[in-house]
């Protein structure tokens, strides 16, 4: 049994989800895997399922009925995560901007350092992102920026969907108060984590644009996120972080 775990979400990820699979388990460490698959049309989980038997006890598949959003795909896994008791709880992409090269380096931020949340930055020394046209580049970097200067966090990449949580963090939260479904559900979870007083750390790693499949980013993820900063902000000032506590 190992102690830790990476949620993979996928829609439409045919291209890449065999060989992050592969990769993954041939990587030094032990991480299981759990692909959160929303009925992608080209068959992602069909392909996975194909893998379950060669990795049987260390690859898992859950299956939504259709495509619900990436944060509630990582609510549904994180809850799946401590049913099964993981320790260690890392989010990850399947297109390979993530490199699992560094999953080792963020669980030992958490490990080591003693960190209760360690999160895959691309912007601790500058900028870290490979391949992206310079627009995507700016919008992400000063989007971190705003949302740094509204929230007043210190946190450097809080759009970061490359990060490690320790189950306590998980155990904590409660879900049904998590109201993003894209990149704010990225920024939330970071911010809440931090204000409950979660000990966070960023580990700077290199973002590379995907080289296969296609990009899953709209205007709807991007608007919930600019506004949603500031309900957020205003929500947690007003009824204070307990709100987000779960209460069994
Ligand atoms: N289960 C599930 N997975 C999703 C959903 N939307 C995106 N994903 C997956 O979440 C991960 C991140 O999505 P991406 O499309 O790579 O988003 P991005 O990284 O902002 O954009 P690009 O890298 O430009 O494609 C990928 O593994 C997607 O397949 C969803 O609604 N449900
Ligand atoms: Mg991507």
Request: proline share 3%; with cysteine; glycine share 8%.
């Amino acid at each position: 049994m190992s102690e830790r775990i990476i949620i993979i979400p996928t829609y439409n990820e045919k291209e890449n989800i065999e060989k992050i699979i592969r990769y993954v388990f041939a990587l030094p460490d032990e991480f299981h895997i759990l692909v959160i698959d929303d009925n992608s049309p080209d068959g992602t989980a069909d392909i996975v399922k194909g893998l379950l038997s060669e990795f049987s006890g260390k690859l898992f598949l859950e299956q939504r009925k259709g495509k619900l959003g990436l944060g509630t795909a990582y609510i549904h896994g994180f809850k799946w995560c401590i049913k099964n008791n993981y320790e260690f709880i890392i989010e990850m992409d399947a297109d390979f901007s993530h490199n699992p090269d560094d999953l080792i380096r963020l669980y030992n931020a958490c490990k080591e350092q003693q960190a209760d949340v360690a999160v895959g930055s691309r912007y601790c020394n500058g900028v870290n992102v490979v391949n992206w046209p310079m627009s995507r580049v700016l919008t992400s970097y000063y989007g971190s920026m705003y949302v740094r200067m509204v929230l007043r966090t210190p946190i450097r990449d809080n759009t970061a969907g490359f990060v490690c949580y320790r189950k306590k963090v998980l155990e904590t939260i409660d879900f049904s108060k998590i109201k993003h479904i894209g990149y704010g559900f990225q920024i939330e979870m970071k911010y809440i984590s931090w204000k409950m007083g979660f000990k966070i750390v960023e580990v700077p790693i290199v973002f590379t644009d995907r080289k296969e499949g296609t990009s899953k980013m709209s205007k709807g993820i991007f608007k919930e996120a600019i506004l949603g900063v500031i309900k957020l902000r205003w929500s947690i000032l007003l009824k204070g972080i307990d709100k987000y506590k779960y209460k069994p």
